[in-house]
């Protein structure tokens, strides 16, 4: 019974946040952007003191259920996992125990917090598993996601339904969606042979909860006067920390997910208090070394804890939808383009764990990650897909790192992220000799106005004019702008974003 209720609770959590990675209709946004920010890392990065508390307490009573149950990358390999044990034409070999790599298990875990110290956190997202989770389905799973809405968008026109609508799918970043597809391979291969030793060897969360958990009330527990030693739950221990030899289970590397509890079929072991359970049963579940390598790393793994806590966080390009033209080419900016609500690139760098959460949200395509080696995969403003949309708040909505601060939609219309400047010998009323006006039309904010370039001829072609303290930086202009293959109006980044 407490396996079902797990692997029900498991695959709510799991499809709720891997929509919220999916859907472009922002339906899931609006009402579960919470379980993104329930998750332990984001919750850290935030300064998130309750959900950190709750995660922690949950632990202190349950164990690392967070795990099996809250954690999208542990419920992955745990589907995985399944799959393998079912694979018996392929001479499958059971799980076994293992000693646990504790060495291997505090490396990661120092290396993981030296980045988030450093301001490198989104190289740390490499191996935090919301972050690596993120990626994955923001980069795989969602254009196989839009595929199918647009085959389903496709039939249902031929009825005269339009349930469906098309949308683009855009490969945003190619050296982000190498680096996803390799770490989705790498972990579904671990988990396919070995079980859960991402979540025991390498993932920093399970090093951390691993610790907490050894002081958990609830753990499973043998029964030395029922089990018969048959060995069942080692060979379906995906954790592979059940000793039947010696009755010994090591609590660090237990996910409780129960599979050992479902498996014997003695009964033997029960998901109980153990200092009530050891009244009458002599067995120790925690090896004496085990307890003594936790003693000796108490010091070191709270310090680390404790430190990470306080820590602040190619589609074909349209004009007004008529005419194919040429793809237009991203221009070099000397100050990246921050999300809306980010501040600066300080905070943003040191909080932003590259999840790709807000790149999946945003409705207008204009956030993408970023390929310098400064920032790498962290979102940056790009518009020549698109741009972004006074009116649109979701990536504040749906940040749950706190590196985008949630604003309104009143705040976001005065909210300056960038200027806007004309680039002359790029603009067709300089090079073609026509008059255009596109810059002027689309600029929500009515910085641009067009002066004539001879003032004493009244036949002269008209050129824009930026109003620097006017303009946001939305990068209307620039997307609309008709000139190929850099647009005439081009948007620079600002050190410190300001309402104005």
């Not at 995906?238 to 237990?254: F, T, W």
């Not at 005419?323 to 760098?349: C, M, T, V, W, Y």
């Not at 990536?395 to 004309?422: D, F, H, M, Y």
């Not at 006017?470 to 293959?485: F, K, N, V």
Request: charged share 15%; net charge positive; glycine share 4%.
């Amino acid at each position: 019974m407490l396996r079902k209720i797990r692997i029900s609770l498991a695959v709510v959590f799991f499809v709720l946040l891997t929509m919220l990675f999916l859907d472009f209709s922002g339906v899931f946004h609006k009402y579960f952007a919470w379980i993104a920010k329930i998750q332990f890392i984001p919750a850290v990065m935030a300064v998130n003191v309750l959900v950190i508390i709750a995660l922690i307490f949950l632990t202190l009573i349950l164990g690392r259920v967070y795990c099996s149950v809250i954690c999208p990358l542990g419920v992955w390999q745990d589907v995985v996992s399944r799959f393998s044990k079912r694979r018996k034409i392929m001479n499958h070999k059971p799980f076994r125990y293992s000693k646990p790599l504790t060495w291997l298990r505090v490396f990661f875990l120092i290396i993981f917090v030296v980045l988030l110290l450093a301001g490198f956190t989104q190289y740390a997202g490499l191996i935090e598993p919301y972050s690596v989770f993120g990626k994955i389905a923001s980069n795989i799973f969602s254009p196989f996601y839009r595929l199918i809405n647009n085959g389903l968008a496709f039939f249902a026109e031929k009825f005269h339904s339009y349930v469906f609508y098309t949308t683009d799918i855009i490969i945003k970043s190619v050296s982000v969606l190498i680096i996803s597809i390799v770490t989705l391979l790498i972990i579904s291969i671990l988990a396919w042979k070995c079980g859960r030793i991402y979540c025991n060897s390498v993932c920093p969360i399970g090093t951390i909860l691993g610790f907490v958990a050894n002081f958990s009330i609830f753990k499973p527990v043998i029964n030395l006067s029922e089990c018969t030693s048959c060995g069942i739950c080692a060979r379906n221990c995906k954790a592979q920390c059940v000793n039947s030899k010696d009755h010994i289970i090591d609590y660090s590397r237990c996910v409780t997910c129960f599979d050992c509890i479902e498996e014997c079929s003695q009964t033997a072991i029960k998901f109980t208090p153990k200092f009530i359970f050891n009244k009458n049963n002599k067995a120790q579940n925690i090896e004496k070394e085990e307890i003594d390598v936790s003693k000796r790393n108490f010091l070191t793994i709270s310090t680390l804890m404790a430190t990470a806590a306080v820590l602040k966080a190619q589609e074909n390009v349209v004009d007004g939808g008529l005419a194919i033209i040429e793809n237009k080419k991203i221009p070099k900016r000397h100050i990246p383009i921050l999300p809306p609500s980010s501040g600066n690139q300080a905070h943003f760098s040191q909080h932003c764990t590259a999840c790709q959460l807000c790149v999946s949200a945003c409705p207008n395509g204009v956030l993408c990650p970023s390929t310098s080696i400064e920032h790498f995969m962290q979102p940056q403003m790009q518009y020549e897909h698109d741009f972004c949309r006074p009116e649109c708040v979701r990536c504040t909505e749906v940040c749950p790192t706190s590196a985008i601060k949630r604003i309104t939609i009143e705040e976001k219309s005065s909210l300056k992220i960038g200027t806007a400047t004309w680039i002359r010998k790029n603009c067709v009323v300089i090079t073609d000799n026509v008059n255009c006006s596109n810059c002027e039309r689309h600029c929500p904010v009515g910085a641009i106005s067009r002066v004539r370039i001879d003032m004493n001829d009244e036949n002269s072609f008209l050129i824009p004019v930026v109003n620097a303290e006017r303009c946001i930086g939305c990068g209307a202009c620039e997307y609309h702008c008709p000139s190929r293959p850099f647009s005439a109006m081009y948007v620079e980044g600002i050190e410190t974003q300001r309402f104005i």
